[in-house]
């Protein structure tokens, strides 16, 4: 006897034929990594937005924008993303397939682990499992490799382990060590890969005419926000905290889009910039959070090779620093209800937090919402402190001043880090490179400088990153030292706490979770979505064909969408029955039936999705309770 596995084709094939979403381009044979929205599907994205713009944007009042796609390349050159935009990916030496480097250790050694708990239990005498449930995160789908029934050595066993629990913090190098330790091979062919190489993931274009302006379609919605940061400064009466959000269409070139929706081509975000001062990272409604206990998995668990989950109040992680401030304590509270409101399950609802190779240098601190679905766990919302990185290269190579500028009641004395070029030395040692490495330089956050000062008075020496390239820095060059200063009126550039929400993995993880068989009839699929986000709140159905129930079905149908109900009418001639399941599986969870009695007396039947309960009343009352439960 095997152990049950979550059919994932079955939910495929009814998201397929109520075409909540298909891959694009499919008379013409399709292209990996673009689907097309159906109604349903484009309904109840929609409708995920809509609930995120009412927590978010309308509870928090923050200033939403539309920016544009096209980003040029000088932006992003300038934000990173030219240089370090990338995956590693590795090719089979003989037939050129393409895998992303992690994505394929993942599927082997999850492979062999399979193999050997399948050994190790037909060894035992006992049952073979159909699957083994995967601990680590599996965000996006892999090739899966081939499960050979092979026991391994109990400390082969903990090795591979221990390598899914880190694998988000390999770079290059690390990956190509473990391959070659491991003998990593392609888990379609079992051919030879090629070392991993980085792929940079933007899609370039070009603009205008001549072609000279080069373009990328943009990566992230995030830099269009930061660009226009004065503005909405401005526009905010100079008054800090403050946020910005905004949702759109982003572009990432996958080097191998697979899993539907999980790992695309083109896909929806949803992202929040909230500036904040970075000597008081407190948030005035922390207090409405503080209680509430979520799942999370620390760094501390993960570098250990493990992956136990820890239950613990937010205000509790933020107090022993497990989450490093109020605010981004905060922000993850915030997006843990939101998941929760839309139909997430708590008990597949966790807190990731990054590994430090994981995190860029700048980053304070690190945290991904991950939902378990059938191919492990997603990661849906990332809720980063990126600290004031981006407003400051942007100002640095524009010249342009993104800072808040506060008039102190009491001038006030403050130690700061100032850095002095040696010009002399530092123009000649880095030629044409020198711009570039004094602009990255002067991004550097408190912790960059400190170390860096360490690193000079230790060794008279210091390696940096600038322009994509690795530079040696001496004491000759540059001097860096904390100074004394007296403060009128305090300068500063805000940090920024971001969370950045996948639309489409969300809603992918969404259908997983509504998703459930009645019982008792293998071919009644039901979609238990939450009214807020269902993509219709009600159907109506009339009894028959019979056009006595025509004008009703006029009347109530234009009566729903008056009031704001979104509404489906299903008048076809299969039995009341059968299109009570057909719109059980579009989630509908209200349907309405006209009949004969309605005629005579103006009541209706009302009949719940989850439940199939069913209660007459008037159709005055009906339409007073969908209400109500549209508002919940």
């Known amino acids: 006897m095997s152990v049950p596995t979550f059919d994932r084709a079955a939910l495929e094939q009814l998201i397929t034929k109520r075409f909540f979403y298909a891959p694009s381009f499919q008379i013409y044979g399709g292209v990996a990594g673009f689907y097309d929205f159906g109604p349903t599907g484009s309904a109840l994205m929609n409708n995920i937005i809509s609930v995120w713009r009412n927590h978010f944007v309308l509870e928090e009042e923050m200033l939403e924008l539309d920016t544009t796609i096209m980003t040029t390349h000088e932006v992003l050159k300038t934000s990173g993303h030219v240089d370090k935009f990338s995956d590693w990916m590795c090719k089979d030496m003989k037939n050129g397939e393409i895998f992303r480097a992690d994505h394929v250790v993942e599927a082997v050694l999850e492979a062999r682990l399979i193999g050997d708990a399948q050994a190790r239990a037909a060894k035992e005498g006992g049952a073979v499992v159909a699957d083994v449930p995967k601990e680590k995160d599996a965000k996006k789908k892999k090739k899966k490799g081939t499960v050979t029934i092979v026991e391994l050595d109990p400390e082969v066993r903990k090795q591979y382990e221990e390598t899914l629990a880190q694998i988000d913090n390999y770079g290059g190098e690390e990956l190509a060590a473990i391959m070659k330790k491991f003998d990593i091979r392609s888990p379609e062919s079992g051919n030879e890969l090629s070392t991993p190489q980085e792929f940079n993931l933007m899609f370039d274009s070009s603009i205008g005419p001549t072609g000279h302006l080069k373009g990328f379609l943009r990566p992230e919605t995030a830099q269009g926000q930061f660009l226009n940061f004065k503005r909405l400064l401005e526009f905010n009466n100079d008054k800090m905290p403050f946020a910005s959000a905004q949702v759109g269409r982003s572009?990432?070139?996958?080097?191998?889009?697979?899993?539907?929706?999980?790992?695309?081509?083109?896909?929806?975000?949803?992202?929040?910039?909230?500036?904040?001062?970075?000597?008081?990272?407190?948030?005035?409604?922390?207090?409405?959070?503080?209680d509430l206990v979520i799942t999370i998995l620390p760094k501390d668990v993960q570098l250990s090779g493990k992956t136990e989950t820890l239950h613990i109040t937010i205000g509790e992680a933020v107090e022993k620093k497990i989450i490093d401030n109020q605010t981004l304590g905060y922000f993850i509270g915030r997006i843990h209800l939101f998941l929760v409101k839309i139909g997430i399950k708590v008990d597949r609802l966790r807190f990731r937090q990054h590994m430090d190779n994981e995190m860029a240098h700048y980053a304070c601190d690190c945290w991904d919402a991950e939902i378990k679905t059938s191919y492990g766990w997603i990661e849906c919302v990332g809720c980063a402190d990126r600290s004031a990185y981006d407003l400051t290269v942007h100002s640095q190579r524009t010249k342009e001043k993104l800072v808040v500028r506060e008039q102190l009641e009491t001038p006030r004395v403050v130690e700061q880090w100032q850095v002095e070029i040696n010009k002399k030395t530092f123009g000649p040692k880095f030629k044409k490179s020198a711009r570039a490495v004094e602009d990255a330089l002067m991004t550097y956050t408190e912790q960059c400088y400190e170390q860096l000062a360490k690193d000079l008075e230790a060794d008279g020496k210091a390696k940096m990153e600038a322009d994509g390239q690795t530079f040696e820095v001496e004491a000759s060059d540059v001097k860096v030292a904390r100074v004394t200063v007296t403060e009128h009126i305090r300068e500063y550039t805000p940090n920024v706490i971001e969370p950045s929400f996948g639309i489409g993995r969300i809603l992918y993880s969404l259908l997983e979770h509504s998703w459930w068989v009645r019982e008792g009839d293998e071919a009644r699929n039901v979609l238990s979505f939450p009214a807020v986000v269902a993509p219709f709140k009600c159907c109506l159905l009339p009894l028959s064909g019979n056009e006595v129930f025509a004008p009703f079905v006029k009347k109530y149908s234009r009566a729903l969408r008056k009031n704001g109900i979104s509404t489906r009418t299903d008048d076809s001639k299969a039995s009341i029955g059968r299109r009570y399941a057909r719109n059980d599986e579009l989630g509908i969870p209200y349907a309405i039936?006209?009949?004969?009695?309605?005629?005579?007396?103006?009541?209706?039947?009302?009949?719940?999705?989850?439940?199939?309960?069913?209660?007459?009343?008037?159709?005055?009352?009906?339409?007073?309770?969908?209400?109500?439960?549209s508002d919940e």
């Not at 909230?274 to 409604?285: G, L, Q, S, T, Y």
């Not at 309605?598 to 209706?604: A, I, K, L």
């Not at 999705?609 to 109500?628: C, G, H, V």
């Open 251 to 290: 572009f990432r070139n996958e080097i191998s889009p697979r899993s539907g929706l999980l790992r695309v081509r083109e896909f929806t975000m949803a992202e929040i910039e909230h500036f904040v001062d970075p000597e008081n990272k407190n948030h005035p409604h922390f207090a409405d959070v503080k």
């Open 593 to 629: 039936t006209i009949d004969f009695q309605t005629v005579e007396d103006g009541t209706v039947t009302l009949r719940e999705r989850d439940s199939t309960e069913q209660i007459r009343d008037t159709f005055e009352n009906i339409l007073k309770r969908l209400k109500e439960s």
